[in-house]
Protein backbone atom coordinates (compact mmCIF):
# COMPACT_ATOMS: atom_id res chain seq x y z
CA UNK A 1 0.00 0.00 0.00
CA UNK A 2 1.10 3.77 -0.50
CA UNK A 3 -0.16 6.93 1.40
CA UNK A 4 0.01 10.01 -0.97
CA UNK A 5 0.32 13.48 0.51
CA UNK A 6 0.09 16.71 -1.68
CA UNK A 7 0.85 19.72 -0.98
CA UNK A 8 1.69 23.02 -3.05
CA UNK A 9 -2.37 24.25 -3.25
CA UNK A 10 -2.83 28.16 -2.80
CA UNK A 11 -4.47 31.10 -4.20
CA UNK A 12 -3.12 32.68 -7.56
CA UNK A 13 -4.02 35.28 -10.15
CA UNK A 14 -4.97 33.88 -13.68
CA UNK A 15 -1.70 33.69 -15.79
CA UNK A 16 0.22 32.33 -12.80
CA UNK A 17 2.07 29.29 -11.60
CA UNK A 18 1.98 26.80 -8.68
CA UNK A 19 3.85 24.02 -8.48
CA UNK A 20 1.87 20.52 -6.88
CA UNK A 21 3.16 17.93 -5.09
CA UNK A 22 2.42 14.04 -3.92
CA UNK A 23 5.23 12.51 -1.82
CA UNK A 24 4.44 8.73 -1.41
CA UNK A 25 5.01 6.47 1.55
CA UNK A 26 4.61 2.70 1.25
CA UNK A 27 5.62 -0.22 3.00
CA UNK A 28 7.07 -2.13 0.38
CA UNK A 29 8.49 -1.07 -3.22
CA UNK A 30 5.78 -1.18 -5.68
CA UNK A 31 5.68 0.00 -8.99
CA UNK A 32 3.14 2.57 -9.54
CA UNK A 33 1.21 4.51 -12.12
CA UNK A 34 0.39 7.94 -11.32
CA UNK A 35 -1.85 10.92 -11.78
CA UNK A 36 -3.68 14.23 -11.11
CA UNK A 37 -7.43 14.60 -11.11
CA UNK A 38 -9.08 17.49 -9.79
CA UNK A 39 -12.62 18.03 -9.02
CA UNK A 40 -14.80 21.06 -8.87
CA UNK A 41 -17.45 22.16 -6.82
CA UNK A 42 -20.58 21.19 -8.66
CA UNK A 43 -18.95 18.94 -11.29
CA UNK A 44 -17.38 14.90 -11.21
CA UNK A 45 -13.57 14.36 -10.39
CA UNK A 46 -11.57 14.60 -13.95
CA UNK A 47 -8.68 13.84 -15.24
CA UNK A 48 -5.48 16.01 -15.21
CA UNK A 49 -2.37 14.56 -15.92
CA UNK A 50 -1.10 10.50 -15.73
CA UNK A 51 2.37 9.10 -16.12
CA UNK A 52 3.81 6.12 -16.64
CA UNK A 53 5.94 3.89 -15.33
CA UNK A 54 8.20 4.03 -18.30
CA UNK A 55 7.81 7.79 -17.83
CA UNK A 56 4.76 8.11 -20.52
CA UNK A 57 2.45 11.01 -20.24
CA UNK A 58 -1.01 11.90 -20.94
CA UNK A 59 -2.47 15.48 -20.32
CA UNK A 60 -6.51 16.39 -20.24
CA UNK A 61 -6.74 18.51 -23.61
CA UNK A 62 -7.89 21.44 -21.57
CA UNK A 63 -3.91 21.87 -19.65
CA UNK A 64 -1.99 19.96 -22.89
CA UNK A 65 0.86 22.48 -22.90
CA UNK A 66 0.42 24.49 -19.66
CA UNK A 67 0.68 21.63 -17.44
CA UNK A 68 3.60 19.52 -16.61
CA UNK A 69 3.74 16.26 -14.77
CA UNK A 70 6.71 14.37 -13.72
CA UNK A 71 7.84 12.09 -10.92
CA UNK A 72 11.19 12.25 -8.66
CA UNK A 73 11.63 8.19 -7.89
CA UNK A 74 14.73 9.17 -5.86
CA UNK A 75 12.67 11.05 -3.75
CA UNK A 76 9.39 9.01 -3.79
CA UNK A 77 7.46 12.07 -4.91
CA UNK A 78 5.04 13.24 -7.92
CA UNK A 79 4.92 16.95 -9.19
CA UNK A 80 2.02 19.07 -11.08
CA UNK A 81 3.65 21.84 -12.45
CA UNK A 82 1.10 24.42 -13.85
CA UNK A 83 1.36 27.45 -15.58
CA UNK A 84 -0.81 29.93 -17.16
CA UNK A 85 -3.74 29.10 -14.78
CA UNK A 86 -6.72 29.64 -15.67
CA UNK A 87 -9.71 30.17 -12.98
CA UNK A 88 -11.41 26.71 -14.55
CA UNK A 89 -8.34 25.33 -12.92
CA UNK A 90 -9.80 25.75 -10.01
CA UNK A 91 -10.44 22.63 -7.79
CA UNK A 92 -9.51 20.50 -5.54
CA UNK A 93 -5.77 18.75 -7.10
CA UNK A 94 -5.67 15.15 -6.00
CA UNK A 95 -2.97 12.86 -6.28
CA UNK A 96 -3.41 9.03 -7.41
CA UNK A 97 -1.71 6.04 -7.08
CA UNK A 98 -2.32 1.94 -8.81
CA UNK A 99 -0.58 -1.06 -9.80
CA UNK A 100 -2.58 -1.07 -13.22
CA UNK A 101 -2.36 2.13 -15.58
CA UNK A 102 -4.92 5.09 -14.80
CA UNK A 103 -7.51 6.63 -17.26
CA UNK A 104 -7.37 10.12 -17.68
CA UNK A 105 -11.25 9.59 -18.75
CA UNK A 106 -11.92 7.30 -15.82
CA UNK A 107 -11.23 9.00 -12.48
CA UNK A 108 -11.15 5.89 -10.58
CA UNK A 109 -7.61 4.88 -8.47
CA UNK A 110 -6.45 2.20 -6.20
CA UNK A 111 -4.83 4.60 -3.98
CA UNK A 112 -5.89 8.24 -3.28
CA UNK A 113 -4.64 11.48 -1.57
CA UNK A 114 -6.53 14.23 0.56
CA UNK A 115 -6.73 16.57 -2.04
CA UNK A 116 -4.80 19.98 -2.32
CA UNK A 117 -6.88 23.15 -2.69
CA UNK A 118 -6.18 25.03 -6.49
CA UNK A 119 -8.18 28.96 -6.71
CA UNK A 120 -7.43 30.83 -9.26
CA UNK A 121 -9.05 34.30 -9.94
CA UNK A 122 -9.53 36.17 -12.71
Known amino acids: QVLLVESGGGSVQAGGSLRLSCAQY????????MGWFRQAPGKKREGVATIDTDGSTDYAHSVKGRFTISQDNAKNTLYLQMNSLKPEDTAMYYC????????????????WGQGTQVTVSS
Open 26 to 33: RDTYSNYY
Open 96 to 111: AADPFPLRLRVAESRY
